[in-house]
């Protein structure tokens, strides 16, 4: 609670601004999503989606996603899994943003050098602004960068360290997207899956109509069982 109060002050704040933050949760580093929150929010869109379709049982769209098999509530729920986190990263990506707005961080003197004396002057002005420096990308840059040319004391080193630092934020934004990329692929598999699915259902459902040797007027029944095998696929 202290640290909520004390983040109003502040002009960039991750516990009051962050999205996840906002609803009660501890928001993932830079743009990394918490999957388990928005899959339980997926989950409960889902059951709403099939819950207003149940108005509508007779709709060529609603037997769509009811009357094909199991594979499409995997797809949809998989489907609003992913538009979450794709809208949770952009309200986290908008936040990193503005912090590029930032413009009197380095005083604006002419006779001011960045040195191991005055960069406790911008560290001082960095946690000044941010409540947590580490969670913003640029932040956590130049406070590590700073820091090091603090404890260091060379100037040339800051160059190496934000090269480094730049390295390491790349490979951290670049994972954040696997259960993304995951999920994107399952889809498309799902799909096949129930395409794969109708057919066997409607083969086999043949292949007794078939054997059975009934005549015409007995066959036309047993056929509908293909025809939703075929509907299914």
């Known amino acids: ?8 002050h502040v002009m ?23 999957i388990l929150l928005w899959l339980f929010v997926a989950a409960i869109l889902t059951i709403a989606t ?19 098999g199991p594979c499409q509530y995997v797809t949809l729920l998989f489907s609003f899994w992913c538009l979450l986190i794709l809208f949770a990263k952009h309200t986290k990506t908008r936040l990193q943003r503005r912090t590029l707005n930032m413009q009197d961080l380095v005083p604006y003197q002419a006779d001011f050098v960045l040195s191991p004396a005055t960069v406790v002057d911008v560290l001082a002005r960095l946690r000044q602004e941010c409540d947590d420096p580490s969670r913003f990308i640029l932040f956590n840059r130049i ?7 603090k404890n260091m004391g060379r100037i040339g080193d800051v160059d190496d360290v934000l090269q480094s630092q ?8 670049e994972s954040s997207y696997s ?5 994107i692929w399952a889809i498309p598999v799902l799909g096949f899956i129930g395409t794969v699915q109708g057919l066997s259902f409607a083969i086999g459902s043949f292949g007794q109509v078939l054997s059975s040797g009934a005549d015409i007027s007995q066959l036309t029944p047993a056929l509908q069982n293909v025809t939703s095998g075929l509907a299914t696929a």
């Open 12 to 34: 960039f704040s991750w516990h009051r601004d962050d999205i996840e933050c906002r609803l009660g949760l501890r928001g993932g580093r830079y743009t990394r999503v918490n």
């Open 166 to 173: 730049a390295s390491n934020d790349g490979d951290v934004m």
């Open 1 to 8: 609670f202290n640290g909520m109060a004390k983040s109003r």
């Open 143 to 149: 406070e590590t960068a700073l820091c090091n040319l």
């Open 50 to 68: 099939y819950g207003v379709m149940s108005f509508f049982p007779n709709h060529r769209l609603v037997q769509m996603f009811t009357q094909r």
């Open 179 to 183: 259960i993304l990329k995951g999920l």
